[in-house]
């Protein structure tokens, strides 16, 4: 298996932008956090979130069909590259996500976008955040408008969970790394 700092170094490879660099690691960060509650490997799933959309920003086009060429310059197994390509489910690819840490990247791919725009709006950041904050954000479509939803939602049945407990869960993983990820008070 291969190191975080080799899956940095080919992260920079492929992606120069400072704003999907942040939505890596907050991606990152969540996964590590689930693995940890679901009792697997958190380092595997971190490095899973974090090289999600290595393809995206020199190769948008045909975003999750690069990935696995990409992936594999680092060795990359099978398995990682299904979990990596299954975020793009019904909107870039057919791979299915299937095991239970890809239906959480496919869930928390699009939702960590929307409570990071809502960490922005707030003086605290994500201090004090709670699930009434995202949810009132949720409603109205204008605001990170290029959140889908619906992907969110589809996300949470695949898991079986409550949108309510996941995005918790989410703020919960998010707050260790505030200033990190820039979203400090």
Aim: net charge negative; aromatic share 8%.
């Amino acid at each position: 298996m291969f190191t975080r700092d080799q899956a940095l170094v080919l992260w920079k490879k492929y992606n120069a932008s400072e704003s999907l660099f942040h939505h890596a690691l907050t991606v990152e960060a969540i996964m590590r956090s689930f693995a940890m509650e679901h009792g697997d490997d958190p380092e595997y799933w971190g490095l899973v979130g974090l090289l999600h959309d290595i393809d995206w920003e020199m190769f948008p086009e045909i975003h999750c069909k690069k990935a696995p060429d990409i992936l594999k310059e680092i060795g990359a197994d099978d398995a990682f590259i299904h979990a990596v390509v299954s975020h793009g489910w019904n909107i870039v690819t057919d791979v299915k996500p299937e095991h239970y840490m890809e239906k959480v990247l496919y869930t928390i791919d699009e939702l960590s976008g929307l409570i990071v725009a809502t960490a922005l709006m707030r003086p605290e950041k994500l201090n004090g955040m709670s699930v009434k904050s995202v949810r009132k954000k949720w409603k109205t479509p204008s605001f990170a408008a290029g959140v889908n939803r619906d992907i969110i939602t589809s996300g949470a049945e695949l898991l079986g969970e409550d949108i309510d407990s996941i995005i918790a869960r989410c703020i919960t993983a998010l707050q260790p790394k505030a200033e990190e990820l820039g979203l400090g008070a």
